[in-house]
């Protein structure tokens, strides 16, 4: 198998809240956008978005929370742009024990992106 693309596809109440929060905060851009679903896309490596409209005839199916995570650069000042900006940033900037720095952030619809950034141990300065 080669792997040519990927496509991460959300199930959501409110498609265009999802389309606003991918375009404004995380520099997505809209491909398509249908009454049924919109398709999202960046020039780099990150995956595609598809946000399906839940059908609301069918009941809600039983999933576990989405997740989705991006390795991204200069995440401190990613993270300093979003807040000035007044994103949605439901977790602090916090780094681990190894290495690994994180912030969360949750779209209008309870999808949770992650982004992260690889330094070694003592690369950053404190972020309050």
Do not use: K
């Not at 039983?62 to 000035?84: C, H, I, K, N, S």
Request: charged share 25%; with cysteine.
């Amino acid at each position: 198998m080669n792997i040519i693309a990927s496509t991460i596809v959300f199930t959501v109440d409110d498609p265009a809240g999802s389309r606003d929060f991918f375009t404004t905060c995380l520099g997505f851009r809209e491909v398509l956008d249908t009454p049924d679903l919109t398709w999202l896309s960046r020039d780099d490596a990150a995956a595609d978005l598809l946000l399906r409209r839940r059908d609301l005839e069918r009941p809600r199916a039983r999933t576990a929370q989405p997740v989705v995570a991006f390795a991204v650069t200069d995440l401190v000042g990613e993270y300093e742009r979003l807040r000035a900006a007044g994103a949605p940033v439901t977790g602090r900037l916090r780094r681990s024990p190894w290495g690994e720095w994180l912030v969360r952030l949750t779209d209008p619809n309870g999808i949770v992106v992650e982004l992260t950034e690889w330094i070694a141990p003592g690369g950053h300065p404190a972020v309050d």
